[in-house]
């Protein structure tokens, strides 16, 4: 066999072990970052029931799963599929990236290509921890956004060949307009999503518990719970006229009563008691109880606004456009699907960032050849009308 033949062979499985790799590496993403973790303290996993830290040679991607069966090797309790799934999705995806941008041998040499390869590497990467971490929590950090959309844009600029492009800073442009044009756009609608669906209403039978508080220190989310229902703050409060209306009986700042005679009502920057401000930095939590809520309501996460500015920042704006509506379609398939297959009422939440996820790997493949023939039927509608 040629060293080309031979180079035909192993690479792809070379490319295939990488992202078993690294979908390893995110399954510790997925699990720790929005619980607060570091990443990297302890260095191995550690089985989250025993707490146990697994050693290197039961720590293979795909095969340790297998062998072990699912099962943690000393407390017996079973480790989620999703690892599995994990780690073989993201080497296919990986796979498949590099069977598309170096169909042969020769590709190798132009190290622009490599480059691509790269970064839609990471970008699949941050994708598919999106998706998992949106499943679980309904939230997709910062970390994963707004890093994402920095590395994005440097690559932009340093990978030309990104954007089909020769010159590095007509390159950086588009993944400048295309963290623009995604912000801006999604942005909008999730804007004009609140004036459309108004707001969620809560009634209690009887006082039921409710909380602010901002539990795992500086850096977590603020969570609002009301009763069994719960938010994250910036959900809630996305613009500066949002409020949250209560029918309160008992109330407490840091656990200390607070006397009220009218009303409580709590805004993106303060609480007001009686009409009296109260800045939100002065109370670290607010308890009591209430009969009533009336909540802002989200068409959407303001997290899905930021992680559409990060897949246009690295594959540009027409991208972004193309992964709203996409993802748009998709979302309404399933719902229609979940509402009349499997019977779930409309009211229930649904994470669109594995939605958005979808519909950017789409693109990676497909999409632009689908935005080119799209854009050509409407050309032509166009002439007839």
């Given at each position: 066999m040629?060293?080309?033949?031979?180079?035909?062979?192993?690479?792809?499985i070379?490319?295939?072990g990488?992202?078993?790799a690294?979908?390893?590496?995110?399954?510790?993403?997925?699990?720790?970052?929005?619980?607060?973790?570091?990443?990297?303290r302890?260095?191995?996993?550690?089985?989250?029931?025993c707490?146990?830290?697994i050693p290197?040679a039961l720590?293979?991607?795909?095969?340790?799963?297998?062998?072990?069966?699912?099962?943690?090797?000393?407390c017996?309790?079973?480790?989620s599929?999703?690892?599995?799934v994990?780690?073989l999705?993201?080497?296919?995806?990986?796979?498949?990236i590099?069977?598309?941008?170096?169909?042969?041998?020769?590709a190798?040499?132009?190290y622009?290509?490599?480059?691509?390869?790269?970064?839609?590497?990471?970008?699949?990467?941050?994708?598919?921890?999106a998706t998992?971490?949106?499943?679980?929590?309904?939230?997709?950090p910062?970390?994963?956004?707004?890093?994402?959309?920095?590395?994005?844009?440097?690559l932009?600029?340093?990978i030309?060949?990104?954007?089909?492009?020769?010159v590095?800073?007509?390159?950086g442009?588009?993944g400048?307009?295309?963290?623009?044009v995604?912000f801006t756009?999604?942005?909008l609608?999730?804007?004009?999503g609140?004036?459309?669906?108004g707001?969620?209403?809560?009634a209690?039978?009887?006082?039921t518990?409710?909380?602010?508080?901002q539990?795992?220190?500086?850096?977590?989310p603020?969570?609002i719970?009301?009763g069994?229902?719960?938010?994250?703050w910036?959900?809630?409060?996305?613009?500066?006229?949002?409020?949250?209306?209560m029918?309160?009986?008992?109330l407490?700042?840091?656990?200390?009563?607070?006397?009220?005679?009218?009303s409580?009502?709590?805004?993106?920057?303060?609480?007001?008691?009686d009409?009296k401000?109260?800045?939100?930095?002065?109370?670290?939590?607010?308890?009591?109880?209430?009969t009533?809520?009336?909540?802002?309501?989200e068409?959407?996460?303001?997290g899905?606004v930021?992680?559409?500015?990060?897949?246009?920042?690295?594959?540009?704006?027409q991208?972004?456009?193309?992964v709203?509506?996409?993802?748009?379609?998709?979302?309404?398939?399933?719902?229609l699907?979940q509402?009349?297959?499997?019977?779930?009422?409309w009211?229930?939440?649904?994470?669109?960032?594995?939605?958005?996820?979808l519909?950017?790997?789409?693109?990676?493949?497909?999409?632009?050849?689908?935005?080119?023939?799209?854009?050509?039927?409407l050309?032509?509608?166009?002439?007839?009308?």
């Amino acid at each position: 066999m040629s060293p080309e033949s031979i180079l035909a062979i192993l690479l792809p499985i070379f490319a295939f072990g990488i992202g078993a790799a690294i979908g390893s590496f995110l399954n510790v993403v997925i699990y720790r970052v929005p619980n607060g973790l570091s990443v990297n303290r302890p260095k191995r996993s550690f089985c989250p029931n025993c707490q146990k830290q697994i050693p290197i040679a039961l720590n293979i991607p795909l095969l340790s799963w297998l062998m072990l069966r699912g099962k943690c090797k000393w407390c017996d309790v079973a480790i989620s599929p999703r690892y599995f799934v994990v780690e073989l999705l993201t080497g296919v995806v990986f796979l498949a990236i590099w069977m598309l941008k170096v169909p042969e041998a020769d590709a190798l040499r132009d190290y622009g290509i490599l480059g691509e390869v790269f970064a839609l590497w990471l970008l699949s990467s941050l994708l598919i921890s999106a998706t998992f971490i949106d499943f679980d929590h309904f939230i997709i950090p910062d970390s994963i956004t707004i890093g994402g959309s920095i590395v994005g844009l440097v690559l932009s600029f340093t990978i030309p060949s990104l954007h089909n492009e020769v010159v590095w800073w007509k390159s950086g442009l588009q993944g400048a307009l295309g963290i623009v044009v995604g912000f801006t756009v999604l942005w909008l609608v999730v804007l004009l999503g609140k004036v459309a669906f108004g707001k969620i209403r809560h009634a209690f039978d009887e006082p039921t518990e409710f909380s602010i508080s901002q539990p795992g220190g500086d850096e977590t989310p603020i969570m609002i719970k009301l009763g069994d229902r719960e938010y994250e703050w910036g959900d809630v409060f996305f613009r500066k006229w949002d409020r949250l209306e209560m029918e309160t009986q008992e109330l407490f700042f840091n656990d200390e009563p607070i006397e009220f005679s009218e009303s409580f009502r709590v805004f993106g920057d303060r609480f007001e008691v009686d009409g009296k401000r109260v800045e939100v930095e002065e109370v670290k939590r607010v308890s009591g109880k209430i009969t009533s809520a009336v909540v802002p309501r989200e068409a959407m996460g303001y997290g899905d606004v930021k992680f559409v500015a990060m897949i246009g920042a690295f594959q540009g704006w027409q991208c972004a456009v193309y992964v709203l509506f996409a993802a748009s379609v998709i979302g309404a398939i399933v719902g229609l699907i979940q509402k009349f297959v499997v019977k779930e009422e409309w009211s229930r939440p649904l994470p669109f960032g594995p939605y958005l996820a979808l519909a950017a790997f789409l693109w990676i493949f497909t999409g632009p050849a689908i935005w080119i023939w799209y854009l050509s039927v409407l050309r032509v509608r166009a002439g007839l009308l």
